[in-house]
Every structure is written in structure tokens, then in C-alpha cells.
């Protein structure tokens, strides 16, 4: 772990608090009463409203940009309150530190998972702990304390695994890729959770043939503007998910694609 | 003060600048060209559009988590270029910039307030002060310059007061309390101006009732999720102020509730 | 140049990447990987989608409050992945990295160019350039370095101009100045591109009438407050661009003007 360690490490925020209210200052306190050398960066504050799939997809898209050691806190926690374990998540090269309801889920994607804690050791809390604001009273110190040099292991008690959300569950068999579709863009694209990495290693070469409703679709273009006008077609987004789109057009109103529809990839020989 | 002082304190931003334009970039730009080692923390540039209770909710209920020494900048300004007052507000443990307008309503609830100076030391202001944007040509160089060190005392002339909404007015009696309504929040729930330590203290123990339109409600509970479904509650949020709200409903749908409709709290024995 | 060299300048970004997503997040990520002491600062990631001009104009108007030195990152780029040219502008106090698509219109006005140039060094872009997310794989990086001392000529080949949107151009006549207008605020205030500057200089204490549709504005006023209630008049706006308002209403509701309607000054003896 030595070769993680660095001095004031990034601690990284997604959280749904919204930019109108004071949540995410009130964060940014916590931490830096307890740490006034930390470094905070938003990855967004607008994820939909406990929308714990979006919050995911903000983070797991975007933490292995970051520079080893990075704290990743993230707060999308419609179960505050209730029964969900706070926890700390540890990999090779990053900390996460939230609730356990599934906003962790494509770190185990991308990652080696080395240890997981649920945090119960209440002297890095703050010293109230409100029923509903567990960003500001639980996860800020955490994070904050973690990024003076705390080890994790003091923060809680082991525990074997955390949550992942089936949205984000991909079937592989040597002749298919069975996903779904994880979100709808502001521009009505269609994004699944089938990843560049898992789609390169699986395929492998062979031709395919993508089937979503009763559509079929064979070609993957590198970027919008490569494809015929209103022709639909598949690529790869920026996050490395599988997109499906219509150049200059919109895909869900031509396919009636809903949130959580099959996706399947039918691999050739 | 000296121990108030710490080496390049935090600057905190609250304001209704948005974040579309680039008004809360140049403030930055202002206060880095002056201390290029500050560092600044957004509390919210969302507050509503020159809505000052908003905005000295939003900062009245989170300045008191940042470290020691934090220079807290607000600007809501309705009145910028008319005849309000530049003010600089030391208490033990902060100092607070801004329009005097009734921004700072909340720090005479929580801290003791030392002194009060009207800003007019104009070697502290930008050399072009606009008659339109004091955040960037006032406000943000005298945060910046007080963050470099320049004591409090050479910025402006004392003065006594400073300016206290209504709204934020309770009386407080040994047989009630009479608070009123600050806001409607995005879920219809009702939020109060009657605070968590101003309630404990005065009630002492003793059984209460809260009447609100001709609603009596006599349980705090600790969390929604603690009550029974749409039943009309009251708890503390965690700003620490009274809030009435219905268990996964909205209150104002059930009770007709505007903003400064007076909430008494009437004590029993 | 040496005099412009600081220790780990600030790194401004105007992009139109939104706050709900988590792309701001991610050039945060690349430029922290490649300098961990960069400071970042948010001028806004909320220029509407695809609009230069307003892009332009935010960064315009900003820019040069920041310390000396600053490198400015502005990314609204409806092109990426196609033609325009990766650049990097060098002026005697800044560095700006972008798209050349007009993003940087308002430097060459207040500022002296001395460098640009066509951003071509691979190694100074991440390893996997993504043909739409060029912030993250190519300018982010391109800022980093700079910002760690790799200097300007190493990172591309001198061009000799780079791209003015002629939504910015102004012709000025010794008896007469005509622009057009820029923007139309929330207010319904009307921004045009004339600069004060360009304005006091050409005019030089002569007399003048602005012309904009049918109507005649001859009052040039200090703030809105100083006007008589509902007249139509004009100001420069904290910008220092000229804007036609109507005190207390929207000017276009009086008088249909849309963006790129001429302004016409004509100027008196």
C-alpha cells in the first residue's frame, strides 16, 4: 500500500446535493476542518436525484483518471438513515469511501478490490451525526481523516463484499454478450453497460450482430460524423460504454428503448 | 485574534450569481491575482436571484463547519449601487464580507460578534469599482486582502449594527415561541426559523404543542422514515431548524403554509 | 516570457460540458494526473451546448483578471473530431488552449498575441486520443504540461492566425462605429459588441446617437438606477460592453431585436 500513499491526496465528491443548496459546502467544511491541506475536486453534484445507477456510471467512468491515491467519496444515498452500511472501499490504487447500496459498482469492473471495511469506528465521525446528512457527518471525516494518513483498516470492520447493481451485470458466453440499457442521454442516446474492454476480449476479432428490440445493427463507428445521415448505428462513447445513436437524430424515437431492455450481442464465427 | 489567524484561510463563496455566467470566475480571478495562495470553497452560487433569506439560510447554517480563521464571502445585492453598506463582520472565529442587507442574519444567532466596519478604505477595492458588480471589484480585494493579512481594522470604520431580517426574528417567551415560516423546500416540506438550540433550551423539558394555521402537531421525531406514512410531522433537519412535513407527502398540499406565516410553539407545564 | 513563469499558474476552464455529467470531473482528473499542485478554477460548465459566442464572451470578459501566467482552457467545440485545428495562443500575460473554432475571439482585442500554435506533439496528449472528448484527451493534458514548465513551442507548430467569429467584429470609422449585437441577457437586455474601450476612444468626448432598429438612444447612463423609469437606454454592462436596456423591463419586448442586428453609432462634431 506504501506506493499509494501521498501527501494530501485528491479527495473526489459526486454526490446528488444539486448546486442551489448548501450540501456540498457543507462537505467541503467537514473536510477541511479536519484536514485544511485537503484537496477537493466535484466530479457532480447533479447526479439525478437518487439516482444511484447515473452516480455510478459519473464515478466508475471517471475515477481511474485521477492520480493514484485519490479518495473517492460519493453520496447517493436515497437509504440514509436506514439500514445500508456505511463503507470503505480499497483497490490498488484508489479509496472509496460512501454508502453500500451499489454506487460502487463498476469499481470492481476496473478494478482489483483489496479490501472492503464497513465504517464503525465513530471517533473519525463527526461528533453529532444527523439521521439524514451522513455526506457531512460520516463520509466527510472519514475521508478527510483517510487523506491525513489514517490507515483504512482503522476505520471499520472487514467485510467480504459490497453492493453491485444488476444494471450494470453483463451475461459473457463465447457466443454472445447478454447487457442492458443503463441510461438515456439528453440527446436520446441509448447507453448500455457493455464496455469497450469486455466487447474487445470477448469478441475477439469475430463479426457480430447486435440485437436490440428488432433491430438489428453491424457496424460500430468511431464517431458520429463517420456515419450516413440517420442511419442507426453503434459506437463506443467517451465513458467506453457501447452507445447506440442516429447520427443527426434521435435513437429512442425510432426504437422504443427503455432503461433496463436486453441488449444482445450475437458473435459470429 | 491571533489565534484566529491561520496562513492563507479559507475563502467561501455564497452567492446568486449562477453558474452560467462567468461572474463567480472573475471574483476568483479577483481574490487569486490578489493572494494567489487563497483557497476558495463555493458554498452555493445558486442561491435565488436576490433572495437574501435563501441566501443567509444557506450560509448561516454551514459557515460554522469550515476551519478557524475562514473569511466567509456573500453576495446577494439587490441594492448594489444604491445606498447599502460594504460591510466586514469579525466574530471569534470568522469574518464575514458582504452587502449589508441582512445577508449575515444568521451569524448574530450562532456567534459573538466583535466588530462591525463599514468598508471604505479604497486602496483595498479594485482600482475601477463598477456601480453594478461589488463581488468582483469590493467584496472579492477585501477578502483577498484579509486573507493576506491585512487586520480587519484598517478596512473600514466601525460601525455598531448590522442589518437582521425579519424573518429571522423569534420571540422567545417562558410560556411559547413565536417563529414563522422561512421556506417551502423542493419536497413541500416547511422550514422554520426556530432553531434546535433555541427550542431545547427554552422548553427545558417541559411538553409542547406547535400550532401552524389551525394544525396542532406535539411529536418531534428523529427522522422521517421514524413516523407514520402521511402523517403530519415536525423534526429537526439537518440545518437544525424546526421543519413540518408529512411522511413521504408534501405539507403544503395538506396545509396551506406560505412563506412568514407565523409557527407558535405554546409550552406546557 | 520569463517575467509571465509562475510556480504552478492557476488553470481556468469555460466549457459547455454542464455540471450533471461527470466530463468537468474528468479534465480535472487528467490535469491532476499529470501536475497534482495545478490549481484549477471554474470560470463556467455552463455555456449553453455548442454556443462559441457566449463561450467567447465569458472568457473574453474574465480572463484577464486572473494572476499573470494563468493558462486559460476553454472548450465549447461542436467540431471535435473533425477539422479545426487543436491550438494554443500565447500572449504576453496568458496562455489559452482550445479548439480554433473563435473560442478565443475577444483575446486578440485586449491583448497582444505573440505565439500560436497547432497543437501536434502526441506526447503531450493522453496515450488514447477518443475522437469526441478532446478536453479530456488533448487539451487537459496539453494544459499540464504547460503548466509544469514544458514550454509553449514544444507543444505544436506556429501558425500565423487563429479563428475571429465575425459575431465579434466591429468596423470603427472616424464618424460612425458599427457592431451588432452579441447576446440577449435573461433580462431581456440586449449585449452588443462594442466595447467600452473601443467606444471612448473612437468617440472622444464627441456626441453621438445610437441607431438599433428604428429607434434613437443619445444617453449614455452609469447604472439602471440612475434612469428614469422605463426609458430606453444605454450602459456598459460590467463586462465593458455596450447594452441597450429599458430600466425595469426588457428592452426586447419594446423593440424586436435578435442576435446580429446591427448597431450603428453615428458619431456627432
Same mark, same amino acid.
Given at each position: 500500500?506504501?506506493?499509494?500513499?501521498?501527501?494530501?491526496?485528491?479527495? !473526489?465528491?459526486?454526490?446528488?446535493?444539486?448546486?442551489?443548496?448548501?450540501?456540498?459546502?457543507?462537505?467541503?467544511?467537514?473536510? &477541511?476542518?479536519?484536514? /485544511?491541506?485537503?484537496?477537493?475536486?466535484?466530479?457532480?453534484?447533479? @447526479?439525478?436525484?437518487?439516482?444511484?445507477?447515473?452516480?455510478?456510471?459519473?464515478?466508475?467512468?471517471?475515477?481511474?483518471?485521477?492520480?493514484? *491515491? !485519490?479518495?473517492?467519496?460519493?453520496?447517493?444515498?436515497?437509504?440514509? *438513515? *436506514?439500514?445500508?452500511?456505511?463503507?470503505?472501499?480499497? !483497490? %490498488?490504487?484508489?479509496? =472509496?469511501?460512501? /454508502?453500500?447500496?451499489?454506487?460502487?459498482?463498476?469499481?470492481?469492473?476496473?478494478? +482489483?478490490? &483489496?479490501? @472492503?471495511? +464497513?465504517? #464503525?469506528?465513530?471517533?473519525?465521525?463527526? +461528533?453529532?451525526?444527523?439521521?439524514?446528512?451522513?455526506?457531512?457527518?460520516?463520509?466527510? /471525516?472519514?475521508?478527510?481523516?483517510?487523506?491525513?494518513?489514517?490507515?483504512?483498516?482503522?476505520?471499520?470492520?472487514?467485510?467480504? $463484499? =459490497? +453492493?453491485?447493481? %444488476?444494471?450494470?451485470?453483463? %451475461?459473457?458466453?463465447?457466443?454472445?454478450?447478454?447487457?442492458?440499457?443503463?441510461?438515456?442521454?439528453?440527446?436520446?442516446?441509448?447507453? $448500455?453497460?457493455?464496455?469497450?474492454?469486455?466487447?474487445?476480449?470477448?469478441?475477439?476479432?469475430?463479426?457480430?450482430?447486435?440485437?436490440?428490440?428488432?433491430?438489428?445493427?453491424? #457496424?460500430?463507428?468511431? !464517431?458520429?460524423?463517420?456515419?450516413?445521415?440517420?442511419?442507426?448505428?453503434?459506437?463506443?462513447?467517451?465513458?467506453?460504454?457501447?452507445?447506440?445513436?442516429?447520427?443527426?437524430?434521435?435513437?429512442? #424515437?425510432?426504437? /422504443?428503448?427503455?432503461? *433496463?431492455?436486453? @441488449? &444482445?450481442?450475437?458473435?459470429?464465427?
Amino acid at each position: 500500500m506504501k506506493s499509494k500513499k501521498t501527501k494530501n491526496p485528491v479527495i !473526489t465528491l459526486t454526490t446528488d446535493f444539486g448546486y442551489s443548496y448548501n450540501y456540498a459546502g457543507a462537505v467541503k467544511a467537514v473536510v &477541511l476542518s479536519i484536514n /485544511p491541506h485537503a484537496r477537493i475536486v466535484d466530479i457532480s453534484h447533479d @447526479i439525478p436525484p437518487f439516482d444511484i445507477v447515473s452516480g455510478a456510471f459519473a464515478l466508475g467512468t471517471t475515477y481511474n483518471y485521477f492520480p493514484k *491515491g !485519490t479518495i473517492h467519496m460519493a453520496v447517493v444515498d436515497p437509504g440514509v *438513515g *436506514g439500514f445500508r452500511k456505511p463503507i470503505l472501499v480499497e !483497490t %490498488e490504487d484508489y479509496y =472509496f469511501v460512501g /454508502p453500500d447500496n451499489g454506487i460502487f459498482s463498476l469499481v470492481e469492473q476496473k478494478s +482489483e478490490v &483489496l479490501h @472492503i471495511y +464497513e465504517l #464503525n469506528q465513530k471517533q473519525y465521525f463527526l +461528533e453529532h451525526v444527523s439521521s439524514t446528512f451522513h455526506g457531512r457527518d460520516v463520509f466527510a /471525516p472519514v475521508a478527510a481523516h483517510l487523506s491525513k494518513g489514517v490507515s483504512a483498516d482503522k476505520m471499520g470492520m472487514p467485510v467480504k $463484499t =459490497f +453492493e453491485i447493481l %444488476e444494471a450494470f451485470e453483463v %451475461e459473457i458466453h463465447s457466443d454472445r454478450i447478454a447487457g442492458q440499457v443503463l441510461m438515456i442521454d439528453g440527446f436520446g442516446n441509448v447507453i $448500455t453497460n457493455i464496455d469497450n474492454g469486455v466487447f474487445t476480449k470477448t469478441l475477439n476479432g469475430r463479426s457480430f450482430t447486435i440485437h436490440v428490440k428488432d433491430e438489428l445493427i453491424q #457496424n460500430i463507428y468511431r !464517431t458520429y460524423s463517420d456515419a450516413p445521415l440517420l442511419s442507426k448505428i453503434a459506437l463506443f462513447g467517451s465513458s467506453g460504454f457501447l452507445e447506440l445513436a442516429i447520427s443527426q437524430g434521435a435513437f429512442v #424515437n425510432s426504437v /422504443p428503448v427503455r432503461v *433496463g431492455d436486453e @441488449i &444482445l450481442i450475437e458473435i459470429g464465427h
